[in-house]
T-cell receptor, first 116, second 111 residues
Framework: GAVVSQHPSRVICKSGTSVKIECRSL??????MFWYRQFPKQSLMLMAT?????????EQGVEKDKFLINHASLTLSTLTVTSAHPEDSSFYIC????????????FGSGTRLTVV | TQLLEQSPQFLSIQEGENLTVYCNSS?????LQWYRQEPGEGPVLLVT?????EVKKLKRLTFQFGDARKDSSLHITAAQTGDTGLYLC???????????FGQGTRLTINP
């Protein structure tokens, strides 16, 4: 299989604080992981591509200093939302690619971030 | 930037009816995938199509990839209330790893 675990599933934080979201590939190694953001009733928007051992590649319009990505091992990528504000409230989803797996992409179960 | 136009974005039909969802682009995709997403969860892969003209069936769902690999369709036969959900098409461009998503189709099957 190809299982991706994302944690936490829900988090509520105060405005101005930082929140870290973890994405783990449980039964395979992932040199590349992807972070998406999803607004209510909308599709997934790619935020960045996380590369193991190197800097993440951010999509246009995504603030790299706001959304810090670290991919320190072949099974873990983290997304830190720094100095969170209410407008950062959203559903964040990670995915990882497993070579040879049908379709190649497995998604985590998502993290609902609410900034109050 | 490769874009996927998915239609319709909302669809509400009665149980037992058939429906088709379309995913179109002006770009060529090396592969195209269909996902289903439940509220509060990540997308779950339904199928991947990679060959132009390819047709895949998954029980009552039929997926087709256009000959030119620029479009795809999802056809559901005799829809059931359990088919209710958000259906997403997504594709990877040639030589690219990242997955680009369509806008999604929110499907509601009424009993």
């Amino acid at each position: 299989g190809a299982v991706v675990s994302q944690h936490p599933s829900r988090v509520i934080c105060k405005s101005g604080t930082s929140v870290k979201i973890e994405c783990r590939s449980l039964d395979f190694q992932a040199t590349t992981m992807f972070w998406y953001r999803q607004f209510p009733k909308q599709s997934l928007m790619l935020m960045a591509t996380s590369n193991e051992g190197s800097k993440a590649t951010y999509e246009q319009g995504v603030e790299k200093d706001k959304f810090l990505i670290n991919h320190a091992s072949l099974t873990l990528s983290t997304l830190t939302v720094t100095s969170a504000h209410p407008e950062d409230s959203s559903f964040y989803i990670c995915s990882a690619s497993k070579t040879g797996f049908e379709g190649g992409y497995t998604f985590g179960s998502g993290t609902r971030l609410t900034v109050v | 930037t490769q874009l996927l136009e998915q239609s319709p974005q909302f669809l509400s039909i009665q149980e037992g009816e058939n429906l088709t969802v379309y995913c179109n682009s002006s770009s060529v995709f090396s592969s195209l995938q269909w996902y289903r997403q439940e509220p509060g969860e990540g997308p779950v892969l339904l199928v991947t199509v990679v060959t132009g003209g390819e047709v895949k069936k998954l029980k009552r769902l039929t997926f087709q990839f256009g000959d030119a690999r620029k479009d795809s369709s999802l056809h559901i036969t005799a829809a059931q209330t359990g088919d209710t959900g958000l259906y997403l098409c997504a594709g990877t461009g040639q030589g690219a790893q990242k997955l680009v998503f369509g806008q999604g189709t929110r499907l509601t099957i009424n009993p």
